[in-house]
């Protein structure tokens, strides 16, 4: 395997998640996504990759939630989009705190909300729950605290489920700042890596192949747009 930079992992992230049809908001936040798995050493690219490829194709409204109104979360058919739905669950942060769950049915990669709740935690100097069933049926819950990150139930390797009946979502009010000691010694903290992130040669093929979508093939009128003087040279 190769390994790559967080930065080139970040980039390439966000051009695939452009080429796939998000919008460059949207493109921006799964490649920070990205970026905040791989540097903790938990599934990344592989997530982005699975959820590019049931989403394509199917418009916005396909992908998130009908309604942000309620407490559990769908859409009219096919799962949600996690980048989307973690998107509203941060502008929502206030009301999770107000002793709420939010449930969100269906749910496409659902690590990759992880990182978007991290952002908010820091922000707001409090933390989140997020829970939900592994393939062999067991709990997965993870404490999501302004520093840290750690999982109560489950393993690492139930992170890169790629797709969830539902995912249980909650504010926490009390105290976190002694987390990783309280902690220590069950479940696992699991922390920032800085080191190169290995990635097989088909997922890196498959990244670039979403990102040359953003490229634009040359057109007769975008050459003569461009640089150089085009058919004919009036200085």
Not at 43 to 72: F, H, M, W
Not at 101 to 129: D, H, M, N, Q, Y
Not at 135 to 142: C, D, L
Request: proline letters at 4%; aromatic letters at 6%.
């Amino acid at each position: 395997m190769e390994r790559y930079s967080l930065n080139e992992i970040e980039a390439s992230a966000r051009k695939a998640a452009r080429g796939a049809g998000m919008s460059w908001g949207l493109a921006e936040e799964a490649g920070k996504a990205t970026r905040w798995l791989a540097a903790r050493g938990l599934p990344n690219v592989c997530l982005l990759l699975s959820l590019l490829k049931t989403n394509d194709g199917n418009a916005y409204n396909e992908l998130r939630p009908q309604s942000l109104d309620l407490d559990i979360w769908n859409t009219p058919n096919g799962p949600l989009c996690p980048v989307i739905s973690g998107s509203a669950l941060n502008d929502l942060a206030d009301r999770l705190l107000d002793d709420h769950k939010i449930v969100l049915e269906s749910v496409t990669s659902p690590a990759l909300i992880l990182p978007i709740l991290g952002r908010a935690a820091k922000a707001i100097g409090k933390g989140f729950s997020v829970s939900w069933f592994s393939i062999s049926g067991g709990a997965v819950k993870i404490i999501i605290a302004p520093d840290v990150l750690y999982l109560e139930q489950g393993r690492i390797e139930d992170l890169g489920i790629e797709q969830v009946e539902r995912v249980t979502v909650s504010g926490i009010l009390s105290d976190l700042s002694n987390l990783r000691i309280e902690k220590s010694g069950t479940g696992t903290i699991i922390e920032r890596v800085v080191q190169g992130v290995p990635l097989s040669s088909e997922n890196w093929t498959d990244l670039q192949f979403f990102a040359a979508r953003t490229y634009v093939p040359a057109t007769e009128e975008s050459r003569l747009k461009g640089a150089g003087a085009g058919l004919s040279d009036n200085d």
